[in-house]
Protein backbone atom coordinates (compact mmCIF):
# COMPACT_ATOMS: atom_id res chain seq x y z
CA UNK A 1 0.00 0.00 0.00
CA UNK A 2 0.92 3.62 -0.35
CA UNK A 3 -0.21 6.48 1.30
CA UNK A 4 -2.03 8.59 -0.59
CA UNK A 5 -0.19 11.61 0.70
CA UNK A 6 3.13 11.13 2.62
CA UNK A 7 3.87 14.58 3.77
CA UNK A 8 2.17 17.42 5.47
CA UNK A 9 2.10 20.85 6.89
CA UNK A 10 0.49 21.22 10.72
CA UNK A 11 -0.98 24.21 11.11
CA UNK A 12 -1.40 24.24 14.65
CA UNK A 13 2.19 22.86 15.52
CA UNK A 14 3.99 24.61 12.87
CA UNK A 15 5.36 20.79 12.24
CA UNK A 16 6.11 18.49 9.28
CA UNK A 17 4.60 15.44 9.32
CA UNK A 18 5.42 12.37 6.74
CA UNK A 19 3.75 8.69 6.68
CA UNK A 20 6.78 6.43 5.29
CA UNK A 21 7.20 2.83 5.17
CA UNK A 22 8.94 1.63 8.49
CA UNK A 23 12.47 0.66 7.57
CA UNK A 24 12.43 -2.85 9.63
CA UNK A 25 9.23 -4.22 8.79
CA UNK A 26 6.43 -3.87 6.95
CA UNK A 27 4.77 -1.02 8.48
CA UNK A 28 4.37 2.89 8.38
CA UNK A 29 5.44 4.97 10.79
CA UNK A 30 4.41 8.81 11.59
CA UNK A 31 6.87 10.89 11.52
CA UNK A 32 6.27 15.14 12.95
CA UNK A 33 9.26 17.24 12.94
CA UNK A 34 11.78 14.68 12.19
CA UNK A 35 10.96 12.28 15.14
CA UNK A 36 9.00 8.99 14.81
CA UNK A 37 5.88 9.42 16.82
CA UNK A 38 3.41 6.18 15.85
CA UNK A 39 3.95 2.89 14.33
CA UNK A 40 1.38 1.34 12.48
CA UNK A 41 1.14 -2.43 11.32
CA UNK A 42 -2.27 -2.24 8.58
CA UNK A 43 -1.68 -6.32 8.17
CA UNK A 44 -1.88 -6.85 11.96
CA UNK A 45 -3.18 -3.65 14.38
CA UNK A 46 -2.80 -5.88 17.27
CA UNK A 47 1.03 -5.97 16.89
CA UNK A 48 2.61 -2.50 18.56
CA UNK A 49 5.71 -1.98 18.80
CA UNK A 50 6.07 0.60 21.27
CA UNK A 51 6.81 -1.00 24.69
CA UNK A 52 4.46 2.09 26.42
CA UNK A 53 1.63 1.60 24.11
CA UNK A 54 1.82 -2.32 24.65
CA UNK A 55 1.53 -1.71 27.99
CA UNK A 56 -1.77 0.42 27.83
CA UNK A 57 -3.21 -2.16 25.06
CA UNK A 58 -2.41 -4.91 28.05
CA UNK A 59 -4.69 -3.07 30.63
CA UNK A 60 -7.14 -2.34 27.81
CA UNK A 61 -7.35 -6.31 27.92
CA UNK A 62 -7.38 -7.12 31.16
CA UNK A 63 -9.99 -4.84 32.73
CA UNK A 64 -12.64 -6.02 31.29
CA UNK A 65 -14.26 -9.71 29.45
CA UNK A 66 -12.32 -10.48 26.55
CA UNK A 67 -14.12 -9.55 23.60
CA UNK A 68 -16.18 -6.56 24.77
CA UNK A 69 -17.05 -3.65 23.10
CA UNK A 70 -15.42 -0.34 25.63
CA UNK A 71 -16.02 3.11 25.22
CA UNK A 72 -12.60 4.66 24.66
CA UNK A 73 -11.36 8.36 24.81
CA UNK A 74 -7.91 8.57 22.87
CA UNK A 75 -6.59 12.30 24.22
CA UNK A 76 -4.29 12.56 21.59
CA UNK A 77 -4.59 10.55 18.13
CA UNK A 78 -1.05 10.12 16.59
CA UNK A 79 -1.42 7.17 13.26
CA UNK A 80 -4.35 6.07 15.92
CA UNK A 81 -2.04 2.67 16.63
CA UNK A 82 -4.07 2.18 20.09
CA UNK A 83 -7.91 2.93 18.13
CA UNK A 84 -6.75 0.35 15.86
CA UNK A 85 -5.86 -2.37 18.41
CA UNK A 86 -9.20 -1.25 20.30
CA UNK A 87 -11.69 -2.45 17.41
CA UNK A 88 -9.10 -5.34 16.48
CA UNK A 89 -9.50 -7.18 20.21
CA UNK A 90 -13.02 -5.70 20.64
CA UNK A 91 -15.01 -5.08 18.08
CA UNK A 92 -18.12 -2.60 18.08
CA UNK A 93 -16.10 -0.05 20.42
CA UNK A 94 -17.32 3.68 20.52
CA UNK A 95 -14.33 5.46 20.13
CA UNK A 96 -13.29 9.15 20.49
CA UNK A 97 -10.46 11.00 19.25
CA UNK A 98 -9.39 14.30 20.16
CA UNK A 99 -6.22 16.14 18.82
CA UNK A 100 -5.48 19.65 18.71
CA UNK A 101 -3.79 19.33 15.02
CA UNK A 102 -6.41 20.15 12.48
CA UNK A 103 -5.40 18.30 10.06
CA UNK A 104 -3.71 15.18 11.24
CA UNK A 105 -6.70 12.78 11.94
CA UNK A 106 -7.38 13.31 8.28
CA UNK A 107 -4.15 13.06 6.86
CA UNK A 108 -3.47 9.58 8.76
CA UNK A 109 -6.74 7.92 7.78
CA UNK A 110 -6.46 9.13 4.47
CA UNK A 111 -3.06 7.10 4.05
CA UNK A 112 -3.50 4.42 6.66
CA UNK A 113 -7.47 3.66 6.74
CA UNK A 114 -8.79 2.05 9.86
CA UNK A 115 -10.06 -1.45 10.26
CA UNK A 116 -13.05 -2.54 8.67
CA UNK A 117 -16.10 -1.63 10.79
CA UNK A 118 -14.14 0.65 13.38
CA UNK A 119 -16.69 3.07 15.13
CA UNK A 120 -14.15 6.58 15.80
CA UNK A 121 -15.31 9.74 16.07
CA UNK A 122 -12.60 12.92 15.61
CA UNK A 123 -12.71 15.97 17.44
CA UNK A 124 -10.56 18.93 17.13
CA UNK A 125 -9.60 20.94 20.00
CA UNK A 126 -7.45 21.01 23.28
CA UNK A 127 -7.63 18.03 25.23
CA UNK A 128 -8.86 19.27 28.76
CA UNK A 129 -11.41 21.66 26.69
CA UNK A 130 -12.93 19.22 25.09
CA UNK A 131 -13.57 17.25 27.86
CA UNK A 132 -16.65 19.42 28.83
CA UNK A 133 -18.06 19.03 25.77
CA UNK A 134 -18.81 15.34 25.88
CA UNK A 135 -21.98 14.27 27.10
CA UNK A 136 -20.87 10.76 27.91
CA UNK A 137 -18.88 8.88 30.43
CA UNK A 138 -16.28 6.53 29.23
CA UNK A 139 -15.14 3.03 29.75
CA UNK A 140 -11.91 4.02 29.45
CA UNK A 141 -9.79 7.07 28.72
CA UNK A 142 -6.15 7.11 27.28
CA UNK A 143 -4.25 10.53 27.60
CA UNK A 144 -1.25 10.19 25.23
CA UNK A 145 -0.63 14.06 24.45
CA UNK A 146 3.66 14.97 25.08
CA UNK A 147 3.92 14.98 28.85
CA UNK A 148 7.36 16.01 29.97
CA UNK A 149 9.15 18.59 32.09
CA UNK A 150 8.10 20.91 29.74
CA UNK A 151 4.54 19.63 29.03
CA UNK A 152 1.82 22.32 28.76
CA UNK A 153 0.88 22.92 32.49
CA UNK A 154 -2.78 22.68 32.19
CA UNK A 155 -2.27 19.52 31.08
CA UNK A 156 -1.28 18.17 33.94
CA UNK A 157 -1.60 17.97 37.58
CA UNK A 158 -4.59 17.02 40.30
CA UNK A 159 -6.84 19.13 39.02
CA UNK A 160 -6.63 17.86 35.39
CA UNK A 161 -6.40 14.20 36.72
CA UNK A 162 -9.59 14.64 38.39
CA UNK A 163 -11.43 15.70 35.42
CA UNK A 164 -10.21 12.63 33.89
CA UNK A 165 -10.81 10.56 36.17
CA UNK A 166 -14.88 11.76 36.31
CA UNK A 167 -15.22 11.28 32.65
CA UNK A 168 -14.92 7.10 33.45
CA UNK A 169 -17.11 4.99 34.36
CA UNK A 170 -17.62 3.47 37.97
CA UNK A 171 -15.63 0.81 36.49
CA UNK A 172 -13.52 2.62 34.11
CA UNK A 173 -9.86 3.18 33.75
CA UNK A 174 -7.43 6.08 33.21
CA UNK A 175 -4.21 5.76 31.12
CA UNK A 176 -1.43 8.17 30.83
CA UNK A 177 1.80 8.22 29.34
CA UNK A 178 4.32 10.09 31.30
CA UNK A 179 7.22 10.83 29.55
CA UNK A 180 10.55 12.02 32.16
CA UNK A 181 14.09 12.33 32.23
CA UNK A 182 16.82 10.41 34.33
CA UNK A 183 16.25 10.42 37.82
CA UNK A 184 11.90 10.66 37.17
CA UNK A 185 10.96 14.00 39.00
CA UNK A 186 8.03 14.85 36.60
CA UNK A 187 6.81 11.19 37.54
CA UNK A 188 7.42 11.43 41.16
CA UNK A 189 5.19 14.39 41.03
CA UNK A 190 2.33 13.38 38.72
CA UNK A 191 2.36 10.05 39.75
CA UNK A 192 1.19 12.40 43.51
CA UNK A 193 -0.97 14.04 41.53
CA UNK A 194 -2.77 11.46 39.89
CA UNK A 195 -2.79 9.58 43.69
CA UNK A 196 -4.28 12.61 45.30
CA UNK A 197 -7.02 12.99 42.20
CA UNK A 198 -8.07 8.99 43.28
CA UNK A 199 -8.13 9.67 47.02
CA UNK A 200 -10.61 12.83 46.46
CA UNK A 201 -12.44 10.19 43.92
CA UNK A 202 -12.85 7.59 46.42
CA UNK A 203 -10.75 5.13 44.16
CA UNK A 204 -7.44 2.77 46.05
CA UNK A 205 -4.82 4.42 43.84
CA UNK A 206 -2.21 4.58 41.01
CA UNK A 207 -0.65 1.55 39.01
CA UNK A 208 2.48 1.95 37.40
CA UNK A 209 3.90 -0.04 34.34
CA UNK A 210 7.28 0.20 33.19
CA UNK A 211 10.62 -1.70 32.15
CA UNK A 212 11.56 -2.60 35.43
CA UNK A 213 15.24 -1.57 33.79
CA UNK A 214 14.02 2.03 33.56
CA UNK A 215 12.10 2.06 36.89
CA UNK A 216 14.91 0.42 38.10
CA UNK A 217 17.67 2.56 37.30
CA UNK A 218 15.64 5.67 37.08
CA UNK A 219 16.61 5.92 33.10
CA UNK A 220 15.05 8.29 30.95
CA UNK A 221 11.55 6.95 29.16
CA UNK A 222 7.73 6.51 29.25
CA UNK A 223 5.80 5.33 31.70
CA UNK A 224 2.19 4.28 32.05
CA UNK A 225 0.18 5.46 35.26
CA UNK A 226 -2.91 3.90 35.43
CA UNK A 227 -5.93 4.78 37.85
CA UNK A 228 -9.63 3.89 38.01
CA UNK A 229 -12.72 1.23 39.30
CA UNK A 230 -11.95 -1.02 36.54
CA UNK A 231 -8.55 -2.03 37.80
CA UNK A 232 -9.86 -3.55 41.26
CA UNK A 233 -12.32 -5.62 39.39
CA UNK A 234 -10.40 -8.86 40.36
CA UNK A 235 -8.39 -8.06 43.15
CA UNK A 236 -4.89 -6.46 42.91
CA UNK A 237 -2.88 -9.30 43.20
CA UNK A 238 -4.78 -11.44 39.60
CA UNK A 239 -4.07 -7.92 38.29
CA UNK A 240 -0.51 -7.72 38.70
CA UNK A 241 0.00 -11.15 37.65
CA UNK A 242 -1.72 -10.71 34.38
CA UNK A 243 0.35 -7.15 33.31
CA UNK A 244 3.52 -9.20 34.44
CA UNK A 245 3.09 -11.86 32.47
CA UNK A 246 1.98 -9.76 29.39
CA UNK A 247 5.37 -8.39 29.54
CA UNK A 248 6.86 -6.63 27.42
CA UNK A 249 9.65 -7.66 29.02
CA UNK A 250 11.63 -7.02 31.60
CA UNK A 251 8.71 -5.63 33.14
CA UNK A 252 7.39 -3.71 36.32
CA UNK A 253 3.89 -3.54 37.21
CA UNK A 254 3.62 -1.97 40.89
CA UNK A 255 0.31 -1.63 42.20
CA UNK A 256 -0.97 1.63 44.51
CA UNK A 257 1.06 0.70 47.72
CA UNK A 258 4.99 0.49 45.51
CA UNK A 259 4.05 3.50 43.65
CA UNK A 260 3.62 5.38 46.75
CA UNK A 261 7.33 3.92 47.91
CA UNK A 262 8.52 4.96 44.25
CA UNK A 263 7.09 8.72 44.72
CA UNK A 264 8.69 8.98 47.88
CA UNK A 265 11.94 7.62 46.18
CA UNK A 266 11.92 10.14 43.23
CA UNK A 267 11.29 13.02 45.50
Known amino acids: MTPVTTTLHLGESGEQA?????????????EIGGAIQSHVDLADPTRIR???LRRMANVLDAFRPAGRPVGVLHLGAGALTLPRYVQSRRPGSAQTV?????ELPSFVLAALPLPEGT?????????????????????????DIYTGLDAAEHLTGRRFYAELLDSLTADGVLLVNIGDDAGHHFLGQQAAALESACAEAGL???????DATLLDQAQAGNIVLAAGGGLATDGPEALRATLLGAGPHPAAVLDPAQTAALVARSG
Open 98 to 102: VDLDR
Open 119 to 143: DLTVLIGDARASLTSLPQRFDAVVL
Open 50 to 52: YEY
Open 18 to 30: RIIPDEHDDGWVL
Open 204 to 210: SGTWTLA
